[in-house]
């Protein structure tokens, strides 16, 4: 039963042109969800989050949408840059139960120079 | 700057063995979490805990148990290793803001 689903598992974009990444969510009580972004052998990193009550959330060349209607969020990243070469994974939770975070299977980004 | 690390970095098993992962965190979070990773499957959790002495059930807690003595260390325990426990683990926290953050990792093979 997953709860958070990313589709893509790759994606490859021409370095400078926009990246879409795509999460959807199934469980109506997620109320935060986050873009963690993952280098080989290192730890995820926190890049950009978002509460249900907003729907755009925008950090440099980050944003995020949240379509609460369609369960569906993107990450869009532009204009991309070799160094967002990474695996970049969703997640969301309830913040008014267990706090803890639903990871999606991630999507492998390749920027092309 | 949080910092979370995790005692080993790479590590080798053999079957049946008995194997320990450590995590240490400065940043007084209360929450901790074990994930691990593999391919296509993204990031899923074993166990976490919200407190000293607590624990909870991830989604797949089967074969691993946690120790949680003091607020800044969260041990994953393999209590007989066997290869399908062959991943990648990941130590996290929980901070104010709800974002997690990572040690960085330990890849584990069981042989």
């Known amino acids: 039963d997953q709860q958070v689903k990313q589709n893509s598992p790759s994606l490859s974009v021409q370095e400078g042109r926009i990246s879409i990444l795509n999460c959807d969510y199934t469980?109506?009580?997620?109320?935060?969800f986050l873009w963690y972004k993952k280098y080989p052998a290192e730890g995820p990193t926190f890049l950009i989050s978002?509460?249900?009550?907003?729907d755009k959330n925008e950090d440099g060349r980050f944003t995020v949408f949240l379509n609460k209607s369609a369960k569906h969020l993107s990450l869009h990243i532009v204009p991309s840059q070799p160094g967002d070469s990474a695996v970049y994974f969703c997640?969301?939770?309830?913040?008014?139960?267990?706090?803890?975070?639903?990871f999606g299977q991630g999507t492998r980004l390749t920027i092309n120079p | 700057d949080v910092k979370v690390t995790q005692s080993s970095r790479y590590l080798v098993k053999r079957t049946g063995e008995k194997v320990f992962l450590e995590c240490v965190q400065d940043m007084d979070h209360e929450n901790m979490f074990w994930y691990r990773q593999d391919p296509g499957l993204g990031l899923r959790l074993i166990y976490f805990s919200y407190d000293v002495k607590m624990k909870e059930k991830g989604d797949i807690p089967e074969g691993y148990s946690v120790s949680r003595e003091k607020k800044e260390r969260f041990s994953l325990i393999l209590e007989s290793a066997s290869t399908n426990q062959t991943s990648m683990y990941l130590c996290a926290t929980l901070g104010q803001l709800f974002e997690a953050f990572f040690g960085q990792g330990t890849r584990l093979t069981v042989v």
């Open positions: 469980n109506s009580m997620f109320d935060y």
């Open positions: 978002i509460s249900s009550i907003k």
């Open positions: 997640a969301a939770s309830d913040k008014s139960g267990a706090q803890k975070l639903v």
